[in-house]
């Protein structure tokens, strides 16, 4: 099918077309074939409010020089680390909105060994 440079410019549609052709399909070319739905199916999942799967990365690529290797290992933690903290902040945001309505029952932090007494709400683990 294409490099990876020739597959960020071609339309995802002609990489699917193209694969539905092939008898038998090499590794590179379902590796192809996954990021095209990816990119296809991205700014559905964000219009139904999913969040996008990232696709698959293989971590050999012994056809590739060590520098091109590396820059696509990176590009690749750079996605997983925007994933995660998007992950991160949106647990956080909802812990902050689950804290502020919850109607709290406090408990003594019986654990917390210091000398000013602390509570903790038994429903969403808010502590005052």
Known sequence: MADSSEMAEQ???EVIKAFQGLENPT???VFDFDCAAVRISRPIFK???YHPRVPPRKYDHPELG???ELSIL???QRVLHWHLKSLENEIRRK???LQRTCEHKWERDLSDRGHRSHYECRLC???R
């Open 27 to 29: 590794e590179r070319d």
């Open 47 to 49: 219009r139904f409010g």
């Open 74 to 76: 990176r590009e690749y």
């Open 66 to 68: 060590p520098h091109e």
């Open 95 to 97: 812990t902050d909105t």
């Open 125 to 127: 683990g808010a502590y």
């Open 11 to 13: 339309d995802p549609w």
